[in-house]
């Protein structure tokens, strides 16, 4: 058996179960060949389910044969999100969406529940290394299902959203995932209040981080410039670590930059599998304008 395995974020998201396996239906013995890639729509790596609650794709291209899709959840409502293991795939070819099928004999998806609080983000993994064909050049797009729970005491007092569904694309040209890489929450942040940071480990050991954060901004000309520290900024420079699931927590922009204008920008830390941490994670991040709140004037002022 061989069931989907969730990377699960320390105090982010517990597995609850749910009920009883499901299984799958297995595939016809002579399965037509895979149809032919077609370029399709523009994918769409985001969904949103909700007010305040997004599924995300870590990439949206991927190169052949990828097995490791990485999704982020981000819950900014006020509501715990309840999210199954089932997950479906399906390709796009001759102008519509065939669904994909599983190797036969072993796919099993246990009916178990990821929780995730309000105001925090998550991951999880969606092994296509389950399908009964390597994913080739091509549309593609996975669904599941979400809930989002009105009271966490009583789990039956439930209120259904609509599932998740997001669109990546196959490519030659396409990287395959980091092994480290940074999701921000809340996006788009403020510039003066603290960015709140996960810090995505899919490779299922404890890694070492530099905590260093290097910030970069996009200017006009497409182009990254560094971001001067404040003066009185210092750092120790020793390295420390990280558990295989991740860790969250925040960085303070005012504190080490001063207050980030509007923009687009990317947060960059050195990390590896040792203390020399050779690799790098980054994440990009929008910072929004500020809220102008005011009252009217007084007539005569």
């Known amino acids: 058996m061989k069931p989907i395995i969730p990377v699960i974020l320390a105090l982010l998201i517990a597995l609850t179960a749910c009920g009883q396996p499901q299984a799958l239906e297995p595939p016809a013995a002579d ?33 052949p044969g990828v097995e490791r899709l990485t999704m982020v959840m981000d819950n900014r409502s006020d509501f715990e999100l309840c999210q199954g293991e089932y997950v479906a795939f399906q390709q796009y070819a001759g102008g519509q969406w065939q669904t ?13 529940a990821r929780i995730l609080q309000p105001h925090r983000a998550g991951q999880f993994t969606i092994d296509a290394g389950l399908l009964a064909r390597p994913l080739e050049e091509g549309l593609y797009r996975v669904s599941g299902d979400a809930q989002m729970w009105l009271n966490s005491e009583d789990p039956a007092l439930h209120e259904p959203v609509p599932g998740w569904q997001v669109e990546f694309r196959v490519a030659a040209e396409a990287p395959p995932e980091p092994d480290y890489a940074l999701f921000i929450h809340g996006q788009p942040v403020s510039g003066m209040e603290p960015i709140q940071i996960v810090f995505l480990n899919s490779t299922g050991e404890q890694a070492h981080v530099l905590d260093i954060p290097h910030l970069e901004r996009m200017t006009e000309g497409g182009a990254w410039e560094d971001v001067p520290y404040r003066e009185q900024v210092g750092f120790c ?3 420390s670590t990280m558990p295989p699931g991740g860790r969250i927590w925040s960085e303070d922009p005012a504190a080490l930059w001063g207050t980030l204008e509007p923009g687009l920008y990317r947060l960059r830390y050195a990390v590896g599998p040792t203390e020399k941490t050779e690799g790098e994670a980054a994440g990009q991040f929008t910072v929004g304008a500020p809220e102008v709140c005011g009252l009217p004037l007084a007539e005569g002022a």
Do not use: K, M, N, W
């Not at 077609?38 to 995300?56: K, L, Q, R, W």
């Open 100 to 112: 994909l099928a599983y190797a036969a004999g072993d796919v099993l998806f246990r009916d178990v």
């Open 31 to 63: 399965a037509a060949p895979a149809p032919p890639a077609e370029s399709g729509p523009d994918p769409v790596s985001v969904c949103t389910v909700a007010e305040g609650i997004t599924f995300s794709l870590l990439q949206s291209v991927y190169p």
């Open 237 to 239: 420079g020793t390295p």
